[in-house]
């Protein structure tokens, strides 16, 4: 029976890295972090899902105008949400996150 080895990433200060949630930019993702002294470092997979966050950050980012819509109200997002899969008729979870604000997500 042959054993699987787990490849573990070593630090330059001479600790390993663990898998830990973490907040870049506003933005919570999974990252490799240095037990020892913090160091933050990503994955390839990794790397493309947090800058694909980004992207999506910079793309929804700014003011949006509640608009009424017969006799409900919306808001309206850019055209280029459609590349993550966000289309009329999509259904979204939304949730409050504070008094006045919320989050939206699909």
Known sequence: MVQK???????????????KEVEIKGIVTSAEVCS?????TFTREQAE?????????EMIKGKRKIIRIGDSIG????EKMKSFGLKAGKEL??????????????
């Open 5 to 19: 080895r787990e490849m573990r990433l070593r630090c330059d200060c001479g600790k390993y890295f663990q898998n």
């Open 36 to 40: 020892g002294c913090g160091y933050i």
């Open 49 to 57: 899902a947090f800058f694909k966050a980004k992207e999506l950050q």
């Open 75 to 78: 808001i309206t997002l850019p």
């Open 93 to 106: 979870k939304a949730r409050a996150t504070g008094p006045r604000s919320f989050e939206l997500s699909f």
